[in-house]
Protein backbone atom coordinates (compact mmCIF):
# COMPACT_ATOMS: atom_id res chain seq x y z
CA UNK A 1 0.00 0.00 0.00
CA UNK A 2 1.69 3.65 -1.38
CA UNK A 3 2.12 6.79 0.60
CA UNK A 4 0.49 9.63 -1.38
CA UNK A 5 2.88 12.44 -2.08
CA UNK A 6 0.73 15.17 -0.68
CA UNK A 7 1.59 13.95 2.38
CA UNK A 8 4.91 14.02 2.23
CA UNK A 9 5.46 17.55 1.39
CA UNK A 10 5.34 18.89 4.92
CA UNK A 11 7.90 16.77 6.12
CA UNK A 12 9.74 17.75 3.65
CA UNK A 13 9.67 20.96 4.22
CA UNK A 14 9.78 20.76 7.88
CA UNK A 15 13.44 18.62 7.38
CA UNK A 16 14.53 21.10 5.10
CA UNK A 17 13.97 24.06 7.55
CA UNK A 18 16.17 22.41 10.03
CA UNK A 19 18.75 21.66 7.98
CA UNK A 20 19.24 24.95 6.87
CA UNK A 21 19.10 26.50 9.82
CA UNK A 22 21.55 24.04 11.56
CA UNK A 23 24.48 25.74 10.10
CA UNK A 24 23.50 29.32 10.60
CA UNK A 25 23.15 28.35 14.29
CA UNK A 26 27.06 26.64 14.12
CA UNK A 27 28.22 29.81 12.63
CA UNK A 28 27.40 31.95 14.93
CA UNK A 29 29.45 30.38 17.21
CA UNK A 30 32.65 31.86 17.49
CA UNK A 31 36.08 30.09 18.95
CA UNK A 32 37.67 31.73 21.37
CA UNK A 33 41.31 31.72 22.97
CA UNK A 34 43.15 33.20 26.05
CA UNK A 35 45.69 36.21 25.60
CA UNK A 36 48.73 34.66 26.46
CA UNK A 37 52.46 36.65 26.29
CA UNK A 38 54.90 35.67 24.24
CA UNK A 39 58.20 33.31 25.27
CA UNK A 40 61.14 36.24 26.58
CA UNK A 41 64.13 36.77 24.53
CA UNK A 42 66.16 39.32 23.67
CA UNK A 43 64.97 40.79 21.00
CA UNK A 44 62.80 43.96 20.97
CA UNK A 45 61.00 45.18 18.08
CA UNK A 46 59.09 48.38 17.76
CA UNK A 47 57.60 50.49 15.93
CA UNK A 48 58.67 54.50 15.70
CA UNK A 49 58.81 57.15 13.32
CA UNK A 50 60.98 60.08 11.62
CA UNK A 51 61.63 63.28 13.36
CA UNK A 52 63.94 66.28 12.22
CA UNK A 53 67.07 66.78 14.79
CA UNK A 54 66.65 70.46 13.75
CA UNK A 55 63.22 72.40 13.48
CA UNK A 56 61.58 75.82 14.70
CA UNK A 57 58.10 76.72 14.76
CA UNK A 58 58.35 80.66 13.74
CA UNK A 59 55.97 82.72 15.47
CA UNK A 60 54.63 85.94 15.51
CA UNK A 61 56.19 88.41 18.25
CA UNK A 62 53.42 91.32 16.80
CA UNK A 63 49.96 91.68 15.69
CA UNK A 64 48.49 92.96 12.66
CA UNK A 65 47.08 91.27 9.53
CA UNK A 66 49.58 88.74 7.43
CA UNK A 67 50.26 90.98 4.17
CA UNK A 68 52.10 88.37 2.59
CA UNK A 69 53.27 84.50 3.01
CA UNK A 70 56.26 83.80 0.97
CA UNK A 71 56.63 80.42 1.21
CA UNK A 72 54.45 77.02 1.21
CA UNK A 73 54.97 73.85 2.75
CA UNK A 74 57.96 72.06 0.69
CA UNK A 75 59.66 75.06 -0.43
CA UNK A 76 63.51 75.10 0.62
CA UNK A 77 64.54 78.28 2.16
CA UNK A 78 68.08 80.20 3.24
CA UNK A 79 68.78 81.52 6.65
CA UNK A 80 67.48 85.13 6.46
CA UNK A 81 64.89 84.38 3.87
CA UNK A 82 61.89 85.81 4.10
CA UNK A 83 58.59 83.62 5.57
CA UNK A 84 56.08 85.82 6.41
CA UNK A 85 55.44 90.11 6.86
CA UNK A 86 52.83 91.44 9.03
CA UNK A 87 51.74 94.81 8.75
CA UNK A 88 53.39 96.55 10.51
CA UNK A 89 51.45 100.66 10.71
CA UNK A 90 51.23 100.21 14.20
CA UNK A 91 54.91 99.38 15.03
CA UNK A 92 55.70 101.90 12.46
CA UNK A 93 53.24 104.83 14.56
CA UNK A 94 55.57 103.88 17.51
CA UNK A 95 58.63 104.52 15.89
CA UNK A 96 57.06 107.90 14.97
CA UNK A 97 55.74 108.23 18.56
CA UNK A 98 59.39 107.77 20.24
CA UNK A 99 60.75 109.93 17.54
CA UNK A 100 58.97 112.78 18.95
CA UNK A 101 59.45 111.90 22.77
CA UNK A 102 63.29 111.85 21.99
CA UNK A 103 62.88 115.63 20.19
CA UNK A 104 61.01 116.81 23.29
CA UNK A 105 63.41 115.19 25.55
CA UNK A 106 66.51 116.59 24.59
CA UNK A 107 64.92 120.05 24.24
CA UNK A 108 64.38 119.86 27.83
CA UNK A 109 68.21 118.28 28.33
CA UNK A 110 69.53 121.19 26.20
CA UNK A 111 67.36 123.91 28.75
CA UNK A 112 68.25 122.30 31.83
CA UNK A 113 72.11 122.24 31.13
CA UNK A 114 72.15 126.00 30.11
CA UNK A 115 70.01 126.26 33.35
CA UNK A 116 72.56 124.68 35.24
CA UNK A 117 75.49 126.59 33.06
CA UNK A 118 74.31 130.18 34.57
CA UNK A 119 73.59 129.19 37.89
CA UNK A 120 77.01 127.68 38.45
CA UNK A 121 78.03 131.43 36.98
CA UNK A 122 75.78 133.01 39.22
CA UNK A 123 76.82 131.10 42.12
CA UNK A 124 80.68 131.79 41.88
CA UNK A 125 79.77 135.19 41.49
CA UNK A 126 77.20 135.08 44.95
CA UNK A 127 74.46 136.04 43.16
CA UNK A 128 72.29 132.59 44.00
CA UNK A 129 72.69 130.50 47.09
CA UNK A 130 74.03 126.80 46.94
CA UNK A 131 70.16 125.56 47.12
CA UNK A 132 69.71 127.07 43.69
CA UNK A 133 72.72 125.47 42.17
CA UNK A 134 71.79 121.82 43.99
CA UNK A 135 68.08 122.20 42.02
CA UNK A 136 69.41 123.04 38.71
CA UNK A 137 71.87 120.39 38.35
CA UNK A 138 69.32 117.75 39.99
CA UNK A 139 67.43 119.27 36.96
CA UNK A 140 69.64 118.85 34.70
CA UNK A 141 70.45 115.37 36.04
CA UNK A 142 66.44 114.41 35.98
CA UNK A 143 66.35 115.45 31.75
CA UNK A 144 69.18 113.70 31.27
CA UNK A 145 67.98 110.85 32.54
CA UNK A 146 64.39 110.92 30.27
CA UNK A 147 66.46 111.61 27.21
CA UNK A 148 68.32 108.38 27.60
CA UNK A 149 64.29 106.75 28.24
CA UNK A 150 63.14 108.09 25.17
CA UNK A 151 66.52 106.77 23.17
CA UNK A 152 65.69 103.12 24.87
CA UNK A 153 61.61 103.75 24.17
CA UNK A 154 62.72 104.27 19.92
CA UNK A 155 65.56 101.47 20.26
CA UNK A 156 62.37 98.90 21.39
CA UNK A 157 59.71 100.62 19.02
CA UNK A 158 62.45 100.03 15.97
CA UNK A 159 63.25 96.30 17.38
CA UNK A 160 59.66 95.56 17.28
CA UNK A 161 58.48 97.28 13.56
CA UNK A 162 61.75 94.36 13.02
CA UNK A 163 59.24 91.37 13.76
CA UNK A 164 56.95 92.40 11.42
CA UNK A 165 59.45 90.53 8.96
CA UNK A 166 59.69 86.81 9.89
CA UNK A 167 62.56 85.13 8.37
CA UNK A 168 64.34 81.45 8.27
CA UNK A 169 66.52 81.27 11.25
CA UNK A 170 68.32 78.59 9.10
CA UNK A 171 68.86 76.84 5.72
CA UNK A 172 65.73 74.01 5.54
CA UNK A 173 63.03 73.03 4.18
CA UNK A 174 58.92 74.40 5.10
CA UNK A 175 57.61 71.44 6.50
CA UNK A 176 53.90 73.46 7.19
CA UNK A 177 52.66 76.99 7.17
CA UNK A 178 50.03 77.86 10.07
CA UNK A 179 48.75 81.18 8.50
CA UNK A 180 47.81 82.55 5.02
CA UNK A 181 47.69 86.32 4.16
CA UNK A 182 44.53 88.35 5.68
CA UNK A 183 44.67 85.90 8.67
CA UNK A 184 45.37 88.04 11.97
CA UNK A 185 48.50 87.13 13.56
CA UNK A 186 48.83 87.35 17.40
CA UNK A 187 52.03 87.03 19.31
CA UNK A 188 52.58 83.66 20.17
CA UNK A 189 50.67 82.63 16.97
CA UNK A 190 52.93 79.95 14.57
CA UNK A 191 52.95 81.09 11.02
CA UNK A 192 55.48 77.82 9.93
CA UNK A 193 57.76 75.37 10.60
CA UNK A 194 60.91 74.89 8.89
CA UNK A 195 63.50 71.61 9.08
CA UNK A 196 66.86 71.26 8.30
CA UNK A 197 66.72 67.94 6.14
CA UNK A 198 70.16 66.86 6.38
CA UNK A 199 69.61 65.46 9.64
CA UNK A 200 67.25 63.42 10.92
CA UNK A 201 66.48 60.94 13.62
CA UNK A 202 64.16 57.79 14.38
CA UNK A 203 61.88 58.14 17.71
CA UNK A 204 60.61 55.02 19.73
CA UNK A 205 58.78 55.05 22.95
CA UNK A 206 59.88 51.93 24.90
CA UNK A 207 57.51 50.52 27.64
CA UNK A 208 59.32 50.89 30.92
CA UNK A 209 59.49 47.64 31.36
CA UNK A 210 61.52 46.91 29.02
CA UNK A 211 64.16 49.86 29.47
CA UNK A 212 66.83 47.65 31.04
CA UNK A 213 66.89 45.13 28.02
CA UNK A 214 67.13 48.27 25.36
CA UNK A 215 69.88 49.98 27.11
CA UNK A 216 71.65 46.82 27.60
CA UNK A 217 71.06 46.07 23.36
CA UNK A 218 74.36 45.31 22.02
CA UNK A 219 72.94 46.45 18.30
CA UNK A 220 70.24 48.56 17.08
CA UNK A 221 68.88 48.49 13.48
CA UNK A 222 66.21 51.21 12.22
CA UNK A 223 64.69 49.46 9.11
CA UNK A 224 63.23 53.00 7.57
CA UNK A 225 60.26 52.98 4.81
CA UNK A 226 61.86 51.97 1.76
CA UNK A 227 62.99 48.95 3.54
CA UNK A 228 66.74 49.83 4.02
CA UNK A 229 67.90 49.14 7.36
CA UNK A 230 70.94 50.95 8.54
CA UNK A 231 72.82 51.26 11.96
CA UNK A 232 72.47 54.54 13.91
CA UNK A 233 75.09 57.19 14.39
CA UNK A 234 74.03 57.76 18.35
CA UNK A 235 71.50 56.48 20.49
CA UNK A 236 69.85 58.97 23.72
CA UNK A 237 67.46 57.92 26.04
CA UNK A 238 65.45 60.47 27.35
CA UNK A 239 65.44 60.89 31.57
CA UNK A 240 62.00 60.93 32.10
CA UNK A 241 58.93 58.15 31.68
CA UNK A 242 55.70 59.01 29.98
CA UNK A 243 52.96 59.53 33.13
CA UNK A 244 50.09 57.83 31.23
CA UNK A 245 51.44 55.47 28.70
CA UNK A 246 54.71 54.49 31.00
CA UNK A 247 56.95 54.87 27.82
CA UNK A 248 60.47 55.64 27.57
CA UNK A 249 61.39 57.92 24.25
CA UNK A 250 64.85 57.29 22.82
CA UNK A 251 66.06 58.98 19.61
CA UNK A 252 68.52 57.50 17.17
CA UNK A 253 70.42 59.73 14.98
CA UNK A 254 70.56 58.45 11.67
CA UNK A 255 73.35 58.71 9.34
CA UNK A 256 72.95 61.57 6.20
CA UNK A 257 73.87 59.41 3.36
CA UNK A 258 71.09 56.84 3.73
CA UNK A 259 68.13 59.61 4.27
CA UNK A 260 67.23 60.44 0.45
CA UNK A 261 63.31 60.20 0.23
CA UNK A 262 63.29 60.13 3.83
CA UNK A 263 60.42 62.35 5.15
CA UNK A 264 59.45 63.59 8.80
CA UNK A 265 56.42 62.01 9.74
CA UNK A 266 57.01 58.49 8.18
CA UNK A 267 56.91 55.38 9.95
CA UNK A 268 59.98 53.04 10.71
CA UNK A 269 60.73 49.93 12.80
CA UNK A 270 63.54 49.92 15.29
CA UNK A 271 65.36 46.42 16.53
CA UNK A 272 67.11 46.41 19.34
CA UNK A 273 69.35 42.65 20.07
CA UNK A 274 71.32 41.33 22.29
CA UNK A 275 70.14 42.59 25.33
CA UNK A 276 69.36 40.64 28.34
CA UNK A 277 65.52 39.12 27.96
CA UNK A 278 63.10 40.52 29.60
CA UNK A 279 61.10 38.93 32.20
CA UNK A 280 58.05 37.01 31.50
CA UNK A 281 55.88 39.53 33.07
CA UNK A 282 57.20 41.92 31.05
CA UNK A 283 57.10 40.05 27.38
CA UNK A 284 54.55 41.13 24.77
CA UNK A 285 50.53 39.71 24.48
CA UNK A 286 50.96 37.97 21.35
CA UNK A 287 47.56 37.07 19.18
CA UNK A 288 47.14 35.50 15.94
CA UNK A 289 46.37 37.70 12.56
CA UNK A 290 43.11 36.27 12.10
CA UNK A 291 41.87 37.44 15.35
CA UNK A 292 42.87 41.50 14.92
CA UNK A 293 40.39 43.87 12.93
CA UNK A 294 42.00 46.36 11.06
CA UNK A 295 39.87 48.97 9.89
CA UNK A 296 41.85 51.95 8.67
CA UNK A 297 44.09 53.77 11.50
CA UNK A 298 41.86 51.26 14.34
CA UNK A 299 43.38 47.85 15.27
CA UNK A 300 41.12 46.26 17.08
CA UNK A 301 39.71 42.12 18.92
CA UNK A 302 36.44 41.61 19.54
CA UNK A 303 37.01 40.33 23.45
CA UNK A 304 34.28 38.34 25.36
CA UNK A 305 32.27 39.70 27.36
CA UNK A 306 29.41 37.29 29.22
CA UNK A 307 27.43 35.84 26.47
CA UNK A 308 28.90 38.58 23.72
CA UNK A 309 31.51 39.92 22.22
CA UNK A 310 32.48 43.94 23.00
CA UNK A 311 35.41 45.52 20.00
CA UNK A 312 38.46 46.18 21.85
CA UNK A 313 40.91 48.74 20.78
CA UNK A 314 45.09 47.53 20.52
CA UNK A 315 47.77 48.75 20.20
CA UNK A 316 50.19 46.65 17.98
CA UNK A 317 53.94 46.09 17.51
CA UNK A 318 55.50 43.59 15.46
CA UNK A 319 54.21 40.87 13.47
CA UNK A 320 55.87 37.77 14.00
CA UNK A 321 53.90 36.35 11.36
CA UNK A 322 52.99 32.37 11.87
CA UNK A 323 53.85 33.49 15.70
CA UNK A 324 51.11 35.78 16.02
CA UNK A 325 51.29 39.75 16.28
CA UNK A 326 52.52 41.59 19.35
CA UNK A 327 49.64 43.82 21.62
CA UNK A 328 51.62 46.73 23.24
CA UNK A 329 48.32 48.25 24.74
CA UNK A 330 44.46 47.11 25.30
CA UNK A 331 44.66 43.31 26.40
CA UNK A 332 45.63 41.70 29.49
CA UNK A 333 46.82 38.07 30.19
CA UNK A 334 44.21 35.56 30.20
CA UNK A 335 41.14 37.85 28.98
CA UNK A 336 39.57 35.26 26.30
CA UNK A 337 38.65 37.46 22.43
CA UNK A 338 37.48 35.97 19.61
CA UNK A 339 39.84 33.74 17.06
CA UNK A 340 38.19 34.92 13.84
CA UNK A 341 37.98 38.82 13.93
CA UNK A 342 35.71 38.92 11.00
CA UNK A 343 33.14 36.01 11.79
CA UNK A 344 32.80 37.72 15.63
CA UNK A 345 31.80 40.87 14.42
CA UNK A 346 28.11 38.86 12.63
CA UNK A 347 25.23 40.47 14.24
CA UNK A 348 24.52 37.05 15.52
CA UNK A 349 27.35 35.75 16.81
CA UNK A 350 28.49 34.67 20.00
CA UNK A 351 31.33 32.63 21.93
CA UNK A 352 31.89 28.74 21.34
CA UNK A 353 31.62 27.07 25.51
Known amino acids: MGIKRSSLRPVVWVVLALSALAPAARAAE ?12 GVLDIEGSIQPVRQATLAAQIGGSVLQLAVKAGDRVKAGQLV ?10 GVLRTDAAIAQAQAEASNARLNAERTRDLRSKGFVSQAALDVAETQLKAAQAGLQQAQAARSQAALARGFASVTAPFDGVVQATHLDAGDLATPGRPIATIYAPGALRAVVQVGASLADSARAATAVAVTLPGGKTVAPLRRTELA ?3 PVSQTIEWRLDLPADALAGVMPGQMVRVRFEGGKPASVDAAPLRVPAA ?3 RRGELNAVYAVRGEQFVLRAVRL ?3 RGAAGIEVLAG ?15 LADARPAK
Do not use: F, M, N, W
Not at 30 to 41: E, F, I, N, W, Y
Not at 84 to 93: F, K, L, S
Not at 331 to 345: F, T
Open 30 to 41: VPTLAVQRASAG
Open 84 to 93: ARIDDRDAAA
Open 240 to 242: TAD
Open 291 to 293: AVL
Open 317 to 319: GAD
Open 331 to 345: LKPGERIAADALQAG
